[in-house]
Each structure stands twice: as C-alpha cells, then as structure tokens.
C-alpha cells in the first residue's frame, strides 16, 4: 500500500535555529513529492521535486529528494515566527490523480 | 496567481441537513479535489474529477457526494449530514497528473 510518513510530528525551535524536516515515502511508479506549508487555512505550495540530489531554494527554504533511498528533506535556516506552521508532504500516485499526504510536521518557532 | 475559492470559511449545520460546499477555480484546471483534515489523520481524499461531470471516488466517499456541471466549480454534497463528519474541507485544482495542486482556503464545517 502507497504511503508517505513524516517525521517529526511536532517541533519547537527559537528564531535562528536551522530545522530538517523528514519525509520518506513508499509509492508504486514514483513521479514527483511536493512539499506544502499550511498555516491557519489552505496549504500553499512550496516545491516539487522530482529528481534524485537536485536541490530546490527559495529563500531561507530548501529541499532534496533521494530516490534511492525514498525520502526527502526540506531545511530551514534562520528561523522566523513566521515559520510557524504545519509543513505537508505529499507523492502523486502513479496513473491516478490522487495524491497522498503524509500527517504533517507541526512547527512552532518562538521569539 | 492561481486562484481557488470555497464559499465559506465556516459552517455550523444541523445532523441530517443537505449541506453544499462549494470551490471555484480560475485557472481552467482540468483536475479537482475535495479533501478533509482531521487531528492524527491528515488530509484524506472524498472525491475527485478530471473533467466535466466525470468523478472518481476517493479513500473516504461514504456520506458525500459532488457535482462538476462546469470546469471552474467542483462542489460537495453532504447528502445527510452527521456529526462525524465535522471536520475541515479543502479544496484543491491541478493542471495535469502528478503536478502541484492549489488550495482554496477551507471550510470548517460543524455539525451539531
């Protein structure tokens, strides 16, 4: 069965402390991940990623994919409160148009 | 910028009322979705469709249903609603297979 875990599932850090957070997936025929960051309402798009060790920047947000091994991990440097928020990963299933989201990592930076 | 649209950001229904969501996009997407988010559960998959009167169930379908009669609207239908389906509803479009997907802003629904 296809699936996407996330880890952790919460953290809290102080402004200026650098995060990783961990996505790993196992999906039939894998295509592409997509990181989210949701605040209070809708998720907004981040990144998609769908090559093996190519990273992906905006700004103080970057993120990687590891095909052989099946995660990937998106990092924040120099945290801000405006970081808070709960950070979704999510793999398109293969020849559907379902996507599977993983539960999320819920991150709370403090002044 | 991509624009998705639910008609209300929050929704306080009685048990066994006909409740409608409704999301619009703007960007002539083929695909949308409807989904909920629960604590613990993440965002799970109610329904989806791919064209015009064209759906697909999703993981969770049981107790609703949609409606696409044009491109830009996807609604939802809570045929008879029930306390277990309070919840957030999202509503997401995509251009194609394995793209990102847009989020219009949620529906908090309570059903008392």
């Known amino acids: 069965e296809d699936k996407v875990v996330q880890s952790p599932l919460s953290l809290v850090v102080h402004e200026g402390d650098t995060v990783t957070l961990n996505c790993s997936y196992e999906v039939t025929n894998f295509r592409s991940l997509l990181w989210y960051k949701q605040e209070k309402k809708a998720p907004t798009f981040l990144f998609m990623l769908t090559s093996s060790g190519i990273e992906k920047k905006s700004g103080r947000l970057s993120s990687i994919l590891d095909k052989k091994e099946l995660f990937s991990i998106l990092n924040i440097t120099a945290t801000q409160t405006g970081d808070s928020a709960v950070y979704l990963c999510?793999?398109?299933?293969?020849?559907?148009?379902?996507?599977?989201f993983g539960t999320g990592t819920r991150l709370k930076v403090l002044a | 910028d991509v624009k998705v649209t639910q008609s209300s950001r929050y929704l306080v229904k009685r048990t066994g009322e006909k409740v409608f969501l409704e999301c619009v996009q703007d960007m002539d997407h083929e695909n949308m979705f409807w989904y909920r988010q629960d604590p613990g559960l993440g965002l799970r998959l109610i329904y989806f469709s791919y064209d015009v009167k064209m759906k697909e169930k999703g993981d969770i379908p049981e107790g609703y249903s949609v409606s696409r009669e044009k491109k830009e609207r996807f609604s939802l239908i809570l045929e008879s609603a029930s306390t277990n389906q309070t919840s957030m509803y999202l509503c997401a479009s995509g251009l194609r297979m394995n793209t990102e997907a847009f989020f219009g802003q949620g529906t908090r629904l309570t059903v008392v």
């Open positions: 999510a793999v398109p299933t293969s020849g559907t148009y379902k996507y599977i």
